[in-house]
């Protein structure tokens, strides 16, 4: 008798899509930025919810603002729905054609009523979270029977935006047992490529996502777009897009591999030509042994000091995640935050910071009307 294939309820959005998604097992230790600034934001929640006070006392700007929307999000908004909370408890429900699992970032039960949370420190662009978080009401409703309504929330801490929305028992069931059924009638070859790819674990060895990558590549090989007006345009590029940013993480992947590989074994090549890791040679100046040095040298061209400072300044540039490393580590425990924001106001008062914008390339939604979605802003 063959074993359960086991889901977890992040999956789940996947697996909406494709059901190829079925019991693939999750790359919970993936190396990347992205991944471990989550990891920390969601033990920054965890502490918060759970012992009702949490402290980010690091120096890194990005975590720095995601620990406080949260804080924000939290302290003014759903504190008071979640008395008693339960704080990434693993759950675990038995169903007829898979197991469900899953470790909601946070739920409270009162009654019949169940409130669940889950912290995103992504950005809310394509991402389809509501399946992850039907997924953690029905464990929750499983695990305590009283229930007959839930609110899911999902906190999209980069745009201090909340989707919210409530289900009642008899709709939640009603769609695990749609999952159900579909994983029921999968016949364990088919798969359906689409954006979500890119999010799957077997990216690597989807047959659908390679047959979706080489029409990619083909695509982009043919791309015309002055052969195309607005309106085409309009019609193909988000798709296409998506299929481009496919490309771009295999890509990576490729390039990530061939750099271990070559660090571990050494030159590949086909006895004409080789590919080799080459040293690239990088100088840096030690400012406190450079400075007067410097000073000396442009005295000698320049008529005064103010010339020497104005010239200087011109390519002396301060690293603010520095200078917040060294007031963290001068500042005493409770001020930390406190110096920091000072520092940071004197500068801008005094006219010492530029801020820029940088334009990217971002695929979101197109906002409709949804009487089951209410948007809201952390207080």
């Not at 999000?73 to 054609?97: I, M, S, T």
């Not at 946070?106 to 991402?127: E, F, P, R």
């Not at 906002?367 to 809201?376: E, F, R, S």
Request: some cysteine; proline content about 5%.
């Amino acid at each position: 008798m063959n074993q359960k294939p086991t889901n977890r309820c992040s999956s789940l959005p996947i697996l909406e899509r494709c059901l190829g998604m079925t019991g693939a097992p999750i790359r919970i230790g993936t190396a990347s930025e992205i991944a471990d600034v989550g990891t920390d934001v969601h033990t920054f929640g965890a502490s918060l919810a759970r012992d009702g006070q949490a402290e980010y006392e690091g120096n890194d700007a990005e975590m720095g603002f995601l620990t406080g929307q949260l804080r924000r999000a939290w302290e003014g908004r759903f504190k008071d729905e979640f008395p008693n909370p339960q704080v990434e408890k693993y759950l675990e429900a038995d169903l007829p054609q898979f197991i469900l699992s899953g470790h909601p970032d946070c739920y409270s039960v009162q009654g019949t009523h169940a409130a669940i949370l889950d912290w995103k420190s992504g950005h809310n662009t394509d991402a389809d979270v509501r399946g992850q978080l039907l997924g953690y009401a029905y464990l929750v409703m499983e695990a305590h029977p009283a229930v007959a309504e839930v609110d899911l929330y999902a906190v999209w801490l980069r745009e201090a935006n909340i989707t919210h929305w409530p289900f009642t028992r008899a709709q939640v069931i009603e769609w695990i047992r749609g999952v159900n059924r579909r994983v029921a009638r999968w016949d364990g070859t088919s798969f359906t490529a689409g954006p979500h790819c890119q999010y799957c674990p077997r990216f690597h060895d989807c047959p659908a996502r390679t047959m979706r990558a080489h029409s990619a590549i083909r695509d982009l090989a043919a791309f015309d777009p002055a052969g195309m007006d607005r309106a085409e345009l309009a019609a193909r590029i988000p798709a296409f897009h998506e299929g481009v940013k496919m490309i771009e993480k295999q890509c990576e992947a490729y390039r990530a591999w061939v750099k271990q590989d070559l660090r571990e074994n050494g030159p590949l090549g086909d006895g004409e030509t080789e590919l080799c890791l080459y040293n690239q040679r990088d100088t840096t100046i030690d400012p406190q042994i450079a400075w007067p040095i410097l000073q000396d040298a442009l005295r000698k061209k320049l008529p005064d000091e103010d010339s020497v400072r104005d010239t200087m300044s011109g390519f002396i540039k301060f690293q603010k995640g520095k200078i917040m490393e060294a007031i963290t580590e001068l500042s005493a425990a409770r001020e930390k935050g406190k110096d920091k924001k000072m520092l940071m106001l004197q500068l801008e008062e005094a006219g010492a910071l530029t801020v820029t914008h940088t334009q990217v390339l971002q695929t979101r939604k197109v906002k409709h009307d949804d009487p089951d979605t209410h948007a809201d802003t952390p207080g």
